[in-house]
């Protein structure tokens, strides 16, 4: 439960300068990408700093019409729940088609090949995953420009550059259970499959006609 309005700037004030100026950083820092991850090392600090005054962000949050929510030991997030649609992201077919091999991934290697506790792929997987999931190859400037978009809104992260190394590797975040929950994971699959089948039997009448 947050501060009433005057708690709120009692306990700011009682921050310090330092500290202050972390608390206003972190709140741009949620408002632009909308997680702080703990196994993301940059956040790392920001992530304590928010669980030591949970209260206190959680009240600012409540002010301006958002709430902050906790998943635990793994990441803090905003919502705002009066605009949850109206300015909600629609991702484009290429991206969730990427979104779903992600996200079967992260299921898939959630107990193995850990890294800092992150689950890992490479940009090599994804682009194999993705030809049967579409029929087609996906272009290289696309996929870097999908998972750079990732990449800024915290789902997931790598080292280096993406055009240069079909190997680098992809590290996938938690938070991206907050994109895809299990239910729509299994709704896209099979929406996918009803897709593919179509576009085979058209396939068939093509040849058949010919």
């Known amino acids: 439960m947050g501060y009433t309005i005057n708690a709120f ?3 700011f004030n009682n921050l310090g300068e330092t500290n202050e100026v972390k608390f206003k950083k972190i709140i741009n820092k949620l408002l632009g990408s909308n997680f702080i991850i703990y196994e993301k090392q940059d956040d790392r600090l920001d992530f304590n700093f928010v669980k030591n005054n ?6 600012f949050f409540n002010l301006i019409g958002f709430t902050l929510k906790y998943k ?34 992260f299921i898939e ?15 090599n997987e994804v682009v ?6 579409s029929n087609k190859d996906i272009k ?13 809104r915290k789902i997931i992260d790598y ?11 992809i590290y996938i975040y938690p938070t991206i259970n907050e994109i895809v929950n299990y239910d729509t994971l299994i709704d896209l699959d099979n929406k996918i499959k009803e897709y593919l089948n179509s576009s085979k039997k058209e396939d068939e009448v093509n040849d ?3």
Not at 128 to 133: E, G, I, K, Q, V
Not at 141 to 151: E, G, M, P, S, V
Request: glycine share 2%; net charge positive; charged share 30%.
């Open 159 to 169: 080292k280096g550059d993406l055009s240069s190394n079909i190997d680098n590797d």
């Open 208 to 210: 058949l006609s010919n």
């Open 9 to 11: 700037y009692n306990a």
């Open 140 to 152: 290289k400037t696309n996929i870097n420009a999908i998972l750079k978009y990732f990449r800024r």
């Open 54 to 59: 949970r209260q206190l962000f959680e009240s």
């Open 109 to 123: 290697f959630n107990n193995v090949n850990k890294i800092d506790g992150v689950p890992k792929t490479t940009l």
């Open 72 to 105: 635990e030991n793994a990441y803090f997030f905003i919502e705002n729940e009066l605009e949850m649609y109206a300015n909600r992201y629609i991702f484009k077919k290429d991206e969730i088609l990427v979104i779903l091999i992600l996200k079967k991934l």
């Open 128 to 133: 194999n995953r993705f030809r049967p999931l």
